[in-house]
């Protein structure tokens, strides 16, 4: 009966037009403003090390210890998962709308506050930045499940999933915003502020200002979400929401009637309908008939995600490490603080340009042709190709005649993950799952992708560190070296592919008939006209 609605009819069979667009703008930049806030940490955590935790007669630059770096890297993607949870559970409760103004607020405040940590102490600074960021992934968090849901239940069914697909691509804008509002920061301060090498002059090595840089880079990312929140508070809630959970047909007509520019019927018969046949489909998240439908879905989207996210982050948060380890990064001793940054920063952004905007891209030309399902095996395939690729001739990557073939092929492994299952992860679950439930199935499957993120990040950290204990970073122990963690990530990346299988593909069906809404719906309102006598449209 669902897809019997006029309104939704309309939006199914939409044609392509400005308010889509407007809507992946409006979405989108939240994206942009999460990939940004989320990445550009990595690119100060080693200019926080020289600045905070500096040891007079080093022969190294000074660098976070391992429990402060952890935290530093880890402690967003912690209130991220607790935002995804949250704010998804209360998009489904409250509406779409009122809850997408409150993660934009959050993160724009964030932000700010990120940059202002304060403290007389290296223990005060990295405090409050941990607890600034950890709100700020809270926020972050909610912009998830709710930018992916309204999309989709904004979206046409011709082409939904390149209009999901595209909003989860303005990430790969920010990761590139990220680097290249660092190379520009660091740039003018190491021009303003000349300094020796480390190595040449420790203390000298790393100037006052430098405590600027990374303080101006955080508090960039309130930029982008502030100017969009206007444009947020401005668009109507979605018709799927209004009609299939609120109930209102009438208001979701009227909504629709305005963004479509088309004229549309509230057909106020048909609620009573809908609310009389409602018991078949009344079901929660913690019921027998949620698990007979959508069990295994969801055990699909929440695993992909987290297998998915345990080698994406551990590559993205430590690109620096792998580049200093085959040596594209100068050894820390020979630069100074804000040369160290401008390079981590260029290395960053050159791999950002090269293959993880061009990868989301693809997706989004693609998503619709070939299907969800045959992207995201294929990504996972060819991630884990690539992984094995470098690690098992590791030593030859490492080489000086062979590193500029590592970054090709480590560029690959990031392409594929975008041309794959990093983006395909956050489309399925805003489309397989009824409307009521489906931004909390979404910020479920999410959050278990964060679970992912914070196993990689955290491990990923102590893992990669060489086995010889001579040679780990300071106050780290031996771990795996990078060989055997890139190994590590390969395996997981197999696991991911094996998984995908449980996923159902979702290209041009409507969302009603793949969250199979309509189930059980037509026999109640063949006992409704029964035991009533009177007509019961369908």
């Keep these: 009966m669902a897809n019997d609605l006029q309104v939704l009819n309309a939006l ?5 037009q400005l308010y889509h667009f407007t809507a992946i703008v409006i979405a989108g930049m939240g994206f942009f403003t999460d990939a940004y806030d989320l990445f550009c940490i990595s690119m100060v955590t080693k200019l926080l090390g020289r600045l905070y935790y500096h040891h007079d007669g080093a022969l190294k630059p000074g660098s976070l210890p391992p429990n402060v770096s952890a935290a530093v890297n ?3 993607f912690c209130g991220t998962l607790a935002g995804q949870l949250f704010f998804g559970w209360l998009g489904d409760k409250m509406g779409r709308k009122k809850v997408y103004g409150m993660t934009l607020m959050i993160m724009v405040i964030c932000s700010i506050a990120s940059g202002l940590s304060f403290g007389h102490t290296p223990k005060g600074v990295m405090t409050t930045l941990c607890f600034f960021r950890f709100w700020l992934g809270f926020g972050i968090g909610g912009d998830y499940p709710l930018s992916a849901t309204i999309m989709s239940e904004y979206a046409n069914k011709k082409t939904r999933g390149a209009f999901i697909a595209a909003v989860f691509a303005m990430q790969g804008f920010g990761i590139l915003a990220g680097g290249m509002v660092a190379i520009i920061v660091s740039a003018a301060f190491k021009g303003a502020f000349p300094a020796p090498a480390y190595e040449v002059d420790a203390i000298g090595s790393t100037v006052p200002q430098a405590d600027f840089v990374w303080r101006i880079i955080l508090m960039f990312g309130a930029i982008p979400a502030g100017l969009t929140y206007y444009w947020r508070m401005k668009m109507p809630e979605t018709a799927r929401y209004t009609a299939l959970v609120a109930k209102n047909l009438k208001q979701a007509a009227n909504d629709m009637s305005k963004v479509l520019q088309v004229e549309i019927e509230a057909e106020p018969e048909k609620v009573t309908a809908i609310s009389e046949a409602k018991g078949a489909n009344d079901f929660g998240l913690f019921t027998k008939e949620f698990l007979r439908r959508h069990g295994l879905h969801l055990l699909g989207t929440a695993s992909t995600w987290f297998l998915l996210d345990i080698a994406f982050y551990s590559q993205n948060l430590f690109q620096k490490d792998i580049f200093s380890a085959i040596g594209w990064i100068p050894p820390a001793q020979t630069m100074n603080a804000l040369e160290e940054v401008y390079k981590i920063a260029r290395a960053q952004t050159l791999i950002a340009l090269c293959s993880t905007v061009p990868g989301y891209w693809f997706t989004v030309a693609f998503i619709d042709k070939i299907g969800r399902f045959a992207i995201q095996l294929m990504g996972f395939f060819f991630m884990t190709v690539f992984m094995f690729a ?13 590193r500029i073939g590592f970054v090709v092929m480590y560029s690959f492994t990031f392409f594929f993950a975008n041309f794959g299952p990093n983006a395909t992860t956050f489309v399925v679950p805003a489309e397989i799952f009824p409307a009521r439930l489906r931004s ?4 479920i499957s999410a959050a278990a992708g964060k679970a992912g993120a914070m196993v990689g990040a955290f491990g990923f950290l102590y893992a990669a560190q060489p086995t010889d204990p001579t040679k780990t970073d300071a106050g780290y122990p031996p771990g795996i070296g990078v060989r055997n963690s890139l190994i590590v990530l390969g395996c997981v990346n197999f696991l991911g592919m094996l998984f995908t299988f449980l ?3 979702s290209n041009g069906k409507s969302l009603e008939d793949l969250s199979r ?3 059980g719906e037509e026999e109640t309102v063949a006992e409704i006209r029964a035991t009533s006598g009177r007509t019961v449209p369908v």
């Excluded at 199914?12 to 392509?16: E, I, N, Q």
């Design 390 to 402: 470098l690690a098992i001739p590791y030593h030859h990557w490492t080489l000086k005649d062979h």
């Design 12 to 16: 199914d069979v939409a044609k392509t």
């Design 517 to 519: 809404e309509n189930e």
């Design 440 to 443: 909390t199935c979404h910020g």
């Design 503 to 505: 996923v159902p593909e």
């Design 74 to 76: 880890g402690v967003a």
